[in-house]
């Protein structure tokens, strides 16, 4: 059947989450793979091991598109290791200070080559052989209309000269700074924020008069990932979710096309089937997810609403800060999804999650599902959209 077939699958690993997932455009004979690395509030690694493990699963073709959300160690290290095991076509990732970086770099022994790009980001992506680097410093233009006209490619703008030249004169080299923009391919919508105070100059200096030392780095890569031309009225579709265990592991690693992996799962493991998405009088069919990584909602909520306003309608899925902790969390964000569409909710559970945030989303409408996903557990989304002309 020539459609889109699609994946977000949540990796269960014992440090954190690892999203990643892909559009296999069999209409166009394109694919696009991702990987997303940032979801809870990690400051430590066990092992290097512990990170190559968390990678094991994930695809061992080319990557169209690895985002580093989160400046932390387990992520970082794993950013490393998927660039020197797989081909990377485009990074993006967070500016952040010289100080804040010269802290992290000496809070662990990392190796050498983890440490080399801790202290040099640009240069070591760029001796690491990547084409294409979208390395940011604050936000692009919002997309304000409906996006389904967008073209395809990879549209991210300049910073200003000024700031360009202030991180010149900050790293001792000129490194091509850019806003936060947006990737379409496969007819798919790859759109990005940066938010936090990594990367603002005056914040740094004034902790640094008052405490002395770099503050904790704070700053996150979101990423909204969705289809474009996905009305009922033109395509037919089906959209699913599944819990998958130790006990029940994820069948992706069958030998086979990632769409027949797809239809293995649907058969073979418990699943939930969405229909409302199917109604003719539908604009959209709502199958996006939105990726928050460790953004603060009680200080960002206004920001990240205004950014993503324009494709609200079609957040299926949305992770929760920080797993779960209370101090990142904004109740607020809750007013924003409402009706009788069921909305996904993922939490990445650990000591710091916060009862009331869980109850906050559980009592505030029966639609809303809480997923947790953790070391035993995780999750995936899948489905496919086809063209009724076809």
């Keep these: 059947m020539e459609a889109r077939y699609f994946r977000y699958l949540f990796e269960n690993v014992s440090d954190g989450i690892i999203q990643w997932g892909y559009v296999n455009d069999t209409r166009m004979r394109d694919k696009a793979y991702y990987v997303y690395l940032s979801e809870n509030n990690l400051q430590w690694v066990h092992k290097n091991k512990a990170t190559v493990e968390a ?77 294409k680097i979208h390395y940011l410093y604050g936000n692009g233009k919002d997309i304000t209309s409906n996006p389904d006209g967008l073209p395809e490619g990879e549209f991210f703008e300049e910073a200003e000269t000024e700031i360009i030249e202030k991180v010149e004169n900050l790293e001792g080299c000129r490194i091509p700074l850019k806003k936060a923009g947006y990737i379409v391919k496969c007819d798919w919508l790859f759109y990005f924020g940066v938010y936090g105070s990594g990367n603002n100059e005056e914040i740094q200096t004034e902790h640094l008069k008052e405490t002395g030392s770099a503050p904790e780095i704070q700053t996150t890569v979101t990423m909204f990932s969705g289809p474009l031309h996905d009305a009922p009225v033109y395509v037919d579709s089906l959209f699913t979710e599944k819990i ?106 650990n000591s710091r999650s916060s009862g009331e945030v869980l109850k906050d ?30």
Excluded at 292 to 301: F, I, P, T
Excluded at 323 to 334: C, E, H, R, V
Aim: with cysteine.
């Design 244 to 349: 998958f265990s130790k006990d029940m592991p994820c069948l992706r690693n069958t030998d086979t096309e990632d769409c027949v992996c797809d239809m293995r799962c649907m058969r073979f493991q418990d699943h939930t089937m969405l229909k409302q998405h199917t109604k003719q009088e539908r604009k959209g069919s709502c199958f996006g997810v939105l990726l928050l990584g460790n953004v603060n909602l009680k200080r960002y909520l206004a920001d990240v609403t205004r950014r993503y306003h324009s494709i609200g309608k079609r957040i299926r899925i949305l992770t929760i800060p920080d797993g779960a902790s209370l101090d990142k969390w904004n109740p607020q964000i809750l007013a924003l999804f409402s009706g009788s569409d069921f909305h996904y909710w993922l939490a990445a559970m």
């Design 55 to 131: 990678l094991r699963h994930l695809p061992k073709k080319e990557i169209d598109i690895l985002v580093l959300g989160e400046f932390k160690a387990f992520y970082i290290m794993s950013f490393i290791e998927i660039l020197k095991t797989r081909r990377v076509h485009t990074v993006v990732l967070p500016y952040i200070m010289p100080r804040q970086r010269k802290v992290l770099s000496d809070s662990l022994p990392f190796p050498e080559d983890v440490k080399n790009f801790i202290l040099r980001p640009y240069s070591t992506l760029v001796q690491m052989g990547v084409r």
């Design 361 to 390: 989303i559980m009592f505030s409408n029966s639609h809303h599902h809480l997923v947790q996903v953790s070391a035993e557990f995780g999750s995936c989304f899948s489905g496919y959209l086809v063209d009724k002309n076809e």
